[in-house]
């Protein structure tokens, strides 16, 4: 039995601990977002949009490398929110940012119609919509802020019912005097259930000089398969402009598999 203390609360409570365990890769995520930008979005304007942001730290990067550039963000947890704008400030780039509170289903609103070159959400965080109704109320706020010549860039992993296992993934980071490492288990739903949801447990040990934490939480990720995925796309404000591997390089998609949704308005 383990005499670290263990808590059970949401993977998004601690807006430090998420934002040093996703630091690692950041730049190349925004290489190749910066690539696909290049390429789909070269007319729009340079503002990009990412809903769902958590800690901020993409848009933060991209605000840092470009001047010209503004970014938005917005998440549903006051306080990764706080967090993103404590670090924008810290890092002087807080005239460029605009950070608030909101749902992936509304939050056109806060935005200037039309005003957004690109938009961004990666590392299968759409997922965490619940149903198709959901995602296409999603997409149509996306298509109102969108520039006629923006793109929003969305990062899924496709479902292969049927032959898909329970899987692994291990993730680590490290800052200053914190250490965070996270073994996170997906359980694919199974093709009798009748359910959608892919079922993830998370476990983060976080080590600072005071000692370890164990942080435990479970959620539920709605999957797709690439006709679910392309019958929701065709029933949307949102059409395929292109599909791109996670370097921004042409693909082709494929199930089970991950990659980039290259979409813009109709």
Not at 214 to 228: E, F, G, P, V
Request: net charge negative.
């Amino acid at each position: 039995m383990s005499d670290k203390p263990h808590i059970e609360q949401s993977f998004y409570a601690d807006a430090s601990v998420y934002d040093i365990l996703h630091a690692e890769g950041t730049a190349e995520e925004v290489d190749c977002l910066e690539r696909l930008a290049h390429t789909f979005a070269a007319d729009a304007p340079n503002v990009w949009l990412e809903p769902a942001c958590g800690s901020g730290r993409i848009i933060r990067l991209a605000a840092r490398r470009d001047e010209s550039r503004r970014v938005i963000g917005f998440d549903l947890e006051p306080g990764m929110i706080d967090y993103a704008i404590r670090r924008a400030e810290k890092a002087s780039l807080a005239d460029r940012h605009q950070l608030f509170v909101g749902d992936m289903t509304s939050f056109a609103t806060q935005i200037k119609p039309r005003s957004v070159g690109l938009a961004l959400n990666v590392i299968n965080t759409i997922r965490h919509l619940e149903s198709d109704a959901d995602l296409l109320a999603h997409f149509e706020q996306i298509a109102q802020t969108l520039h006629p010549d923006g793109v929003y860039v969305v990062g899924i992993s496709l479902s292969l019912y049927g032959s898909e296992m329970p899987s692994e993934d291990i993730w680590s980071g490290k800052r200053g005097r914190c250490e965070v490492k996270q073994v996170a288990n997906y359980d694919p739903p199974h093709p009798d259930s009748g359910t959608r949801q892919e079922a993830v447990f998370s476990t983060l040990t976080v080590t600072r000089p005071s000692g370890e934490t164990l942080i435990s939480t479970s959620y539920k990720l709605r999957t797709y398969n690439l006709a679910q995925w392309h019958s929701v796309i065709e029933r949307s404000a949102l059409r395929v402009i292109g599909f791109t591997d996670v370097l921004g390089e042409p693909d082709e998609p494929e199930e089970p598999g991950y990659g980039l949704w290259v979409l813009g308005p109709r």
